[in-house]
């Protein structure tokens, strides 16, 4: 378990103590290390448990071509992926295979390259592309934030709170448990006890196009 969270938009570099207050609020999940990356238009932040790669497998973790990662999580078969890729490896982490897939196969066609368990946010700073991706039953969390200026994201809710993300009940939600025993919108996968924040679906992807200001979400693999 380890714990991602960050901020992404224009001029957020202002914005580098927050996300310093969410990564420190989730600081359970990743007791072994901390990173942070900061560049004009997005901040990553993350909170490791070293499981693979104790030496090198530091977070955020950089491309030779300009792609910045950050991952929860455990990628499945990342050897045999590997195996595949012509890369100058600097670690043995399945995180810097995220990477090289990126690089080789792109923005929409990279994620379902992943098998396992995963959460995890990309910033492409060379393309100002930010990719944000859950693994295909939602085992690991991704919870968001956006009003169309800056997208916020963080492995727990707590995060958000303390970048100042408001915490409001989502009344519609606590109706639909306690007369239904819903704990989650059928028509809305993406929809929170809390109101303005989402959860990212499992099998999902976000991508944010920042030149445009555009921002998608699809679904990656269909079971």
Known sequence: MCGIAGIAGKNTQQHKQKVIQMTDAISHRGPDGEGLAVFENCILGHRRLSIIDLSTGDQPMHSP???SLIF???FYGFIDEKKKLDWNWQTTSDTEVILALYHKYGATDFVNKIKGMFA???WDEKNQIFIAARDRFGEKPFYYFFD???FVFASEMKALWAAGIEKQFNEKMFFNYFTLGYTQNPANAEETFYAGINKLPARSFILYHLPQRRIT??????I
Not at 217 to 222: E, H, K, P, T
């Open 65 to 67: 071509f300009g792609a």
């Open 148 to 150: 169309d200026t800056q």
């Open 217 to 222: 979400r699809s679904l990656y693999w269909n």
């Open 120 to 122: 995890f946010a990309l």
């Open 72 to 74: 929860n999580g455990e």
